[in-house]
């Protein structure tokens, strides 16, 4: 069964929706009972980072989580905001993530005030694949997806960063550990690629 973990943030029934396009049964829950009997996990969400860990922290669920996640070994997906939460700390509320990820999530710094390039960064964007990854099956290399944000992972060890994109400087856009994938932009709203990806991740 997939379980999309319900935590109180994020947009739960456009991520079900496309899942069922798929063919796949999926619940929503927060339910202790569903997520131990979950053969997938995604993890979205959106908005500020802050209030995103703090709704993890009130529903009680990291300890299950972590568990499911690295015990058990159960794939999980991060969507947008549900993503940054994997990495260890965010200049969104100066606050600690997760910390699956040897990864920090900041603001995108563009210092020319006259540039193009405004925040949040909306739109569709190209993928630049540098590692390669299931998640990628019969995705090529630039295929476009969906972004909405202000903030974006940063990391040093190159080893877990998967795909780049590009909005005035490149930034890490896709990361994966093991068993865990995050992913900045929104499946659920970048179309054939979207669906693609989220069927490589049903299918692992």
């Known amino acids: 069964m997939v379980v999309i973990i319900d935590y109180g943030v994020g ?14 049964d999926s619940v929503i829950s927060n339910r202790k ?6 053969s997938k996990l995604i993890l979205p969400g959106v908005g ?11 529903s009680n669920l990291i300890e299950i989580l972590e568990n499911l996640v690295f015990k058990e070994q159960i794939p999980i997906l991060g ?20 910390g699956w990820f040897d990864a920090n999530v900041v ?10 390039f405004k925040i949040p960064h909306m739109g569709w964007t ?16 630039n295929s476009r ?19 780049n994109a590009n909005y005035y400087y490149d930034f890490a856009s896709v990361l994966q550990l093991d068993n865990i994938f995050a992913v900045q932009f929104h499946p659920e709203k970048s179309h054939r690629y979207g669906i693609q990806l989220m069927r490589n991740f049903l299918f692992i």
Do not use: W
Not at 11 to 24: A, K, T
Not at 107 to 116: G, H
């Open 11 to 24: 947009n739960l029934g456009s991520i079900q929706n496309m899942i069922s396009r798929i063919g796949v």
């Open 33 to 38: 009972e569903d997520l131990e009997s979950a």
């Open 48 to 58: 500020n980072f802050a209030y995103g860990m703090q709704k993890l922290y009130d």
């Open 79 to 98: 969507i947008c905001l549900g993503a940054q939460l994997m990495c260890k700390f965010s200049e969104e509320g100066n606050i600690n993530g997760l």
């Open 107 to 116: 603001k995108f710094n563009i210092l020319d005030v006259k540039s193009k």
């Open 126 to 141: 190209n993928l630049k694949i540098v590692k390669p990854s299931r998640i990628f099956t019969d995705i090529d290399n």
């Open 145 to 163: 997806f969906y972004f909405v944000h202000s903030y974006h992972f940063v990391s040093d060890n190159y080893s877990i960063v998967a795909a």
